[in-house]
């Protein structure tokens, strides 16, 4: 995401603070004009987030039972190979997985 000139949120490596809530992961993306980066897959359906995220530059959500940095370096891949194309994740959230992506 990066090497697109995105600016990327993630929890523990950017924030420093591991176990901060998934709103608050939300709020400091928003504030820094981030794409937040989460594997909880309680963005996808908390309703509360689901309002925020409009209003954000939008959610990766890598969906994977294997977190290793292997398995989601392959999954943005995919997200990547979407993204040079089209712009479409401001204000939504994508679902990513090895084997699908989509944009609930």
């Known amino acids: 995401m990066r090497t697109l000139g995105h600016t990327v949120v993630e929890g523990i490596k950017i924030l420093k603070k591991p176990g901060l809530s998934d709103k608050k992961h939300l709020v400091a993306s928003v504030r820094q004009n981030a794409i937040l980066l989460a594997f909880d897959r309680d963005f996808r359906i908390n309703p509360d987030l689901k309002e925020m995220i409009k209003e954000s530059l939008g959610v990766i959500l890598v969906e994977a039972t294997d977190t290793r940095t292997e398995t989601a370096q392959k999954i943005l891949k995919k997200v990547l190979k979407i993204m040079k194309t089209q712009n479409t994740l ?10 699908k992506m989509f944009f609930p």
Do not use: E
């Open 90 to 99: 401001k204000g939504k959230i994508c679902c990513a997985s090895i084997d």
